[in-house]
């Protein structure tokens, strides 16, 4: 089946800097991929999304990028703020099994702002 | 607006009882999603729902979970004959998109703890 997988399970940035969070799958066929945010004690928070017939996406002060060729995802959040802190967690849509639609997340990244 | 609203907030109960879990969509979203959450871990995806089709139930873990949406909107998951390992938070979703596609919506979870 289909895997979802990060590369760090916790990062640590100065407050100001660019964080890089990635993200590794295994499953071609996924057309869709998005990025949410989990704040302590709540549910995940849709921060940006991206087809696959797309290289790279940006919102306001996030970027999204995919390498379909690696099966590589990540997002950059410019400017890193303490509100930034937070778990965030890729996922894969679209046609991913013989069930049809589903969705699979990732573990997720624990990012922690530094004052 | 109103978003997702699950109840109960927090659950305990003792191993071997059966529990309900309510969760209800935002107001003409038609694809509705039970996941679960251990603790430090990514999102377990369990039942989908599209409208009024036959539920994808491809991620229960077992026969103890069953769950049902009544006329398209509120949903309640059951978890008959508790185990430990049942322990997660339960988070539901709701989207207007197509399953696979889109933005979910994510409640702030239930949390269910079994002793």
């Known amino acids: 089946g289909e895997s979802v997988g990060l590369h760090l399970p916790t990062l640590s940035v100065q407050e100001g800097d660019n964080s890089i969070i990635n993200c590794a799958y295994s499953?071609?066929?996924?057309?869709?991929f998005i990025w949410y945010k989990q704040e302590s004690g709540k549910g995940p928070q849709f921060i940006i999304d991206?087809?696959?017939?797309?290289d790279k996406r940006q919102g306001q002060r996030v970027t999204v990028l995919l390498n379909k060729t690696v099966k590589h995802l990540s997002l950059q959040i410019a400017a890193t703020q303490p509100g930034d802190s937070a778990v965030y967690f890729c996922a894969l849509g679209g046609y991913l099994d013989n069930y049809g639609q589903n969705f699979v997340f990732g573990p997720g990244t624990r990012l922690s702002v530094l004052p | 607006g109103a978003g997702v609203s699950q109840s109960p907030s927090n659950k305990v109960t003792e191993k071997g009882k059966d529990v309900e879990l309510r969760c209800d969509p935002i107001?003409?979203?038609?694809?509705l999603y039970w996941y679960r959450q251990s603790l430090g871990q990514g999102l377990e995806f369990l039942i989908y729902?599209?409208?009024?089709?036959?539920?994808?139930k491809s991620g229960l873990p077992s026969d103890r979970f069953s769950a049902e949406r009544t006329g398209g909107s509120v949903s309640t998951l059951t978890i008959q004959r508790t185990q430990q390992e049942d322990s997660a938070v339960y988070l539901c979703a709701s989207s207007l998109a197509q399953a696979g596609m889109g933005e979910q919506y994510f409640g702030p979870g239930t949390r269910l703890t079994v002793t």
């Open positions: 107001s003409g979203h038609t694809a």
């Open positions: 499953n071609s066929a996924s057309d869709y």
């Open positions: 729902f599209q409208g009024n089709s036959a539920p994808d």
């Open positions: 991206i087809r696959s017939n797309m």
